[in-house]
């Protein structure tokens, strides 16, 4: 296919792409028909393309837009689509709406870089290139997770960061919602939650990078309501986005102990919200008052989000408190317990079990790929071989390797750089190069690989405009890799991103360019030698490799 065509563009890269002559014009005139199940289409369409292009694509029985739901197309899938576009019409079709939806982000990606812009544009022809595209994505999870707890941000980003991941073919937005550092989830049988930890005082002295101090130094505080979360989940269904909510336990739990001390393991302790990153000691107790506050909690949580999927997090709880407590100890013993620090897997496992008695999959971060009970997805991060540990024990597994999806950490080596969490770069060949399921694994274990996801854990980003910094254009390779999954190519992936950055640039996003820099050249999936244990996503403390 010749490279000055449009579709060469396209990020992510469909599976099959056949040029065509010609050209399809959108004017004034141009309407739209919308069958049965494909109105929600129809209006994300003109909601999406009305803004720069000021066209109304009016809703029309004999529209040369057309848009169609077919059950018979099963090769589709849940996500897959079909276009043919024609110089006299358009067809897109799918077997269910969220194909049509993705479809229609390739409908805008198609049409001139401008068509994405949030103003009006004078006098440009809303062209597309004739091309049959028949495109079905290789992964079902296809993610980006979103820290709002260390640096709270408004609902009215999180839509716009919903509207980049729709974009790009994205379909999980996993908000992490509470952690040492903020709460915000609101709870109406426990207002201090937001009340008292969704409020961050003035951090301690020290200079910025070590971990042991907040980076930016000043007060932080916000707190959604159940409101603006239910319109945010309506908003990401409309683009074909799930909302995975994180609440996290039984540590990283130290906002909430200073709402409610009586949850933790010295109820006379006075704690304030953690005002440092890395992992902090303080976890919740294992006391029957602790397993009434989290049930109320996740209720109160799957009753604004409807995912299948809840995470409770998991990871990093340090046992400690557990193991000094008479009272924690002997509940170990009354359980039947090795020691105290079998209670975490005892405390996963009752909350899970609860989630699934409500017919929700409980999400978990995993160590090791091969601790948290069989009911839970797992998400992997620390080592690409946990992934297969997980999937042979018989886990639903969502690749997250901390070298290839963490976007916290810098994007080059460059010393202008904005600062991010300790250690190598990931660079953006890594992130292209990675791949959730690697060669050589058997296909049972590979079926039950549900994708991969991304992770901005906010540490060191505290605005839209840093946050966009360090997710573009590393997102892009991401989704890329992940909508088309086997084998990296990284020279078209570049040409076609040289081109996509133009949508990027009338979006607004302020992504760091492309130049050599950025482009390091290090093998996909290779990290520098280890200098310090692993972190996750707080522990600046720990430098990374």
């Known amino acids: 296919m010749p490279a000055s065509l449009p579709e060469q563009s396209l990020v992510p890269r469909p599976r099959k792409v056949s040029a065509r002559p010609g050209r399809f014009t959108l004017d004034q005139d141009t309407s739209v028909r919308a069958y049965p199940g494909a109105e929600g289409a129809a209006d994300l369409l003109r909601t999406l393309l009305a803004p720069a292009t ?6 029309s029985a004999t529209g040369r837009i057309v848009l169609a739901l077919d059950p018979q197309l099963g090769g589709l899938g849940e996500e897959g689509y079909g276009l043919t576009i024609g110089p006299d019409a ?5 077997a269910r709406l969220p194909g049509l939806l993705c ?24 062209m597309l290139p004739c091309v049959e595209i028949s495109d079905v994505p290789a992964h079902p999870w296809r993610g980006s997770m979103l820290d709002v707890a260390r640096h709270f941000q408004p609902v009215s980003y999180l839509r716009r960061y919903v509207d980049l991941m729709a974009l790009h073919k994205l379909n999980t937005l996993h908000l992490h919602l509470t952690d040492d550092q903020g709460w915000r989830m609101p709870v109406a049988a426990y207002p201090r939650l937001t009340g008292i930890g969704g409020h961050r005082r003035q951090s301690m002295s020290g200079p910025p990078g070590r971990g042991d101090e907040s980076y930016d130094g000043i007060p932080h505080s916000g707190a959604y ?33 200073a709402a409610y001390p009586e949850l933790g393991n010295d109820p006379s302790r006075r704690l304030d919200v953690w005002t440092r990153w890395g992992v902090c000691d303080t976890v919740f107790g294992v006391h029957e008052e602790v397993f009434d506050f989290c049930r109320t909690v996740l209720e109160e949580v799957m009753d604004v989000f409807p995912s299948p999927y809840i995470h409770i997090g998991g990871e990093e ?33 009752r909350i899970g079990s609860f989630l699934a008695e409500r017919g929700r999959r409980p999400v978990g971060w995993a160590e090791t790929g091969t601790e948290l009970p069989l009911e839970f997805t797992v998400m992997t991060w620390r080592d690409p071989a946990h992934a297969l540990a997980a999937a042979r024990r018989g886990h639903q ?72 910094y360090l997710t573009y254009p590393r997102l892009c390779a991401l989704a890329d890799r992940a909508w088309s999954g086997g084998r990296s190519d990284w020279p078209g992936f570049l040409s076609r991103l040289g081109r996509h950055t133009a949508r990027l640039d009338a979006l607004g996003v302020r992504h760091r360019p ?23 996503d707080r522990s600046g403390e720990e430098q990374v490799s």
């Open 397 to 468: 597994v969502v690749t997250a390797h901390h070298r290839a999806t963490y976007l916290d950490y810098a994007q080059s080596t460059d010393p202008g750089e904005p600062a991010a969490q300790p250690g190598p770069p990931v660079v953006l060949r890594a992130v292209h190069g990675n791949r959730p399921v690697p060669d050589g694994w058997d296909a049972a274990d590979a079926a039950r690989v549900l994708g991969t996801q991304a992770q901005l854990w906010t540490e060191y980003a505290s605005t839209p405009e840093q946050i966009e």
């Open 225 to 257: 309501t159940r409101q603006e979360l239910r319109d945010l989940v309506r908003y990401a269904a409309a683009r074909g986005v799930r909302v995975v909510p994180e609440i996290e336990m039984p540590g990283h739990v130290r906002a909430a102990l």
């Open 317 to 349: 709880c340090p046992t400690t408190e557990w193991e000094s407590s008479p009272a924690a100890r002997a509940r170990a013993a009354a359980e039947g317990l090795t020691d105290a620090r079998a209670l975490h897997g005892w405390f996963m496992g």
């Open 90 to 94: 358009l067809l897109l079709r799918a």
């Open 54 to 59: 000021g066209l109304p694509l009016a809703p």
């Open 103 to 126: 479809g229609v982000q390739t409908i805008r990606q198609l049409l001139p870089a401008e068509a994405l812009s949030g103003t009006a544009q004078r006098d440009a022809p809303w």
């Open 514 to 536: 492309l130049n050599p820099r950025s482009l390091q050249t290090a093998s996909p999936g290779t990290a520098p030698p280890r200098q310090e244990p692993l972190p996750h």
